[in-house]
């Protein structure tokens, strides 16, 4: 048995279980720092910090995903509006990552394992549009998914939630990255459904347009501005089929 990674792993079930607002049984992964992606990520983002960066005798990297059961993800199809289930459940999440994080933290202190995370959401440079810490890309590294056509990394459970990660100075071993395609439309089965559903035409079958994207968030924030920062859309989230 390996104690730590028992702690972590039941940490972050039991967390889930505790939280009452539609989130299913999480997927956890786990990276080496010395993964050659990182360095190939920091070329492609100079901007973005290593391992190392978070923190300096780091052994291993943690990565989870919260997916949202199937009554928020069909909840937000259709339309241009995004829903409230949507909005409150991006909310609850990202609350809940941060909670998760913190837990885990204080938990591995107890058993003299160092640790330290960056939050959810919102640590992006917000004239560039790019995060100092991308964790749906630190999820891709830990083996839970590829990524779409809609940008999102699509796990084994579908691309309808949340990724968190966190820097640890213990040596688990490397979850194995798939080796299939999760997106149907690069399992060379069509779809593009993402594409279709977008509803300022941000997301194209090669890019997406952040900016026009980033605006159509801004917008939704200040719909939902009642429920606390909700600068969500999901709307090429939802028609996914693949969850």
């Not at 939630?161 to 690069?186: M, Q």
């Not at 941000?202 to 920062?229: H, P």
Request: charged content about 25%; aromatic content about 10%.
């Amino acid at each position: 048995m390996n104690e730590i990674k028992d702690t972590i792993e039941s940490t972050i079930k039991g967390a889930v279980k505790k939280n009452s607002y539609g989130i299913k049984e999480p997927l956890i992964g786990y990276a080496s720092p010395n993964d050659h992606l990182f360095q190939e990520l920091k070329r492609l983002h100079p901007h973005h910090l290593m391992p190392e960066d978070l923190l300096g005798d780091v052994k291993s990297i943690v990565a989870f995903y919260l997916p949202f059961d199937l009554e928020i993800a069909r909840s937000n199809r259709g339309g241009n509006k995004v829903s409230e289930k949507w909005a409150s459940a991006y909310i609850n999440a990202n609350s809940l990552i941060n909670k998760i994080c913190t837990l885990l933290t204080d938990r591995l202190k107890e058993l003299d394992v160092k640790a330290t995370y960056q939050k959810a959401t919102h640590n992006f440079d917000e004239e560039t549009l790019k995060a100092a810490w991308s964790h749906r890309s630190i999820a891709y590294i830990a083996g839970l998914g590829t990524f779409g056509v809609n940008k999102m990394l699509i796990t084994p459970v579908g691309c309808a939630g949340r990724f968190g990660s966190i820097a640890i100075n213990y040596l688990i071993e490397p979850t194995v990255r798939p080796d299939k395609e999760y997106c149907l439309f690069y399992q060379g089965r069509g779809c593009l459904k993402c594409v279709k559903a977008c509803p300022v035409g941000a997301l194209t079958e090669n890019s997406i347009d952040k900016y026009l994207c980033y605006d159509r968030l801004l917008k939704v924030a200040e719909d939902y501005s009642s429920m606390g920062l909700a600068d969500v859309c999901g709307k090429c989230i939802g028609p996914c089929a693949n969850y």
